[in-house]
């Protein structure tokens, strides 16, 4: 198979990775001097995002081709998926190939949304009680929903 197509990414070249690396230890300095410390879980997806795909940083494995014998370093990712943009891309890219492989061919589908009013997002990201009760509501909104469509199904379809 030939690699030729394949292009590293360099994540240290692109704008968002040098404003994040510039910024991040003033921006932490400046919560913390205003008594607003940064939670755990931001502080671990901002510095895992500076890793990201970084030969030096987070390792790296050497993938060889049994053909032409290239060799390549291939980085090791952040996995994360909160603000890096190449892990949350391949993972929306993994996902929906998923559902369109095993899922949508098998069963029916019916989407969802719910939306939030963005004052209430903030509170529900750092609350999460709050946010389990919500989404516990939305959920048993919906289940009761399609309980009620699958028992009046055969005689009046409800959806």
């Known amino acids: 198979m030939a690699i030729d197509g394949y292009r590293p990414r360099?994540?240290?070249a692109t704008l968002l990775y040098q404003v994040v690396a510039e910024q991040l230890e003033t921006f932490f300095a400046g919560q913390q001097a205003?008594?607003?410390t940064v939670p755990g879980f931001v502080?671990?997806?901002f510095r895992d995002y500076l890793t990201c795909g970084v030969l030096a940083a987070r390792g790296f494995i050497r993938v060889r081709c049994g053909s032409c014998g290239h060799e390549r370093l291939v980085p090791f990712s952040c996995r994360r998926r909160g603000?890096?943009?190449?892990?949350?891309?391949?993972?929306?890219?993994?996902t929906a190939a998923h559902l369109v492989d095993h899922v949508f061919p098998i069963v029916p589908v019916r989407q969802w949304v719910l939306s939030i009013p963005f004052a209430l997002r903030y509170r529900l990201a750092y609350d999460s009680g709050l946010l389990s009760a919500r989404l516990s509501l939305s959920g048993s909104g919906c289940f009761r929903f399609h309980l009620r469509c699958a028992t009046a199904w055969p005689t009046t379809p409800v959806c």
């Open 10 to 12: 360099n994540p240290e």
């Open 34 to 36: 205003r008594d607003r």
């Open 43 to 45: 502080e671990r997806e």
């Open 83 to 94: 603000w890096c943009p190449s892990c949350g891309g391949r993972r929306m890219a993994e």
